[in-house]
């Protein structure tokens, strides 16, 4: 199941400069924060996106990269916040936090049957 919603470069991208640089070059661990993230939005939002990953479309493919990299991310800084300046981890944290919140929503609303082909 790792890395089918998202990738490792775009979780380590959302953890920010300062993350820490032991976990993230921690393949194992960052595949099984990929996986609970996956999971994660599996569960909140009802749908199996992993096994019907290849079949969404592009827009919503950007949506569950957004939040499981946040989510990912988010696992990063909270590992290990002393390399952040003041309030730079606070401030990322809540910045994923948004992402995961709002893209939650887009995809339990996210209607496939009412998809236009063209």
Request: aromatic share 8%; glycine share 8%; no cysteine.
């Amino acid at each position: 199941m790792s890395w089918t919603l998202t990738t490792s470069a775009a979780a380590v991208v959302k953890a920010g400069v300062h993350s820490n640089s032991t976990i993230i070059a921690s393949g194992a661990v960052l595949a099984k924060w990929s996986d609970e993230a996956e999971g994660y939005v599996e569960s909140q939002t009802r749908r199996t996106w992993v096994d019907n990953y290849a079949g969404l479309p592009t827009g919503i493919k950007g949506v569950l990269s957004d939040v499981t990299s946040s989510k990912i991310g988010m696992n990063i800084i909270a590992y290990d916040s002393t390399g952040y300046y003041t309030r730079e981890a606070d401030t990322l944290m809540n910045y994923n936090d948004e992402i995961v919140t709002k893209g939650l929503g887009v995809l339990k609303d996210f209607d496939s049957k009412a998809l236009k082909t063209p």
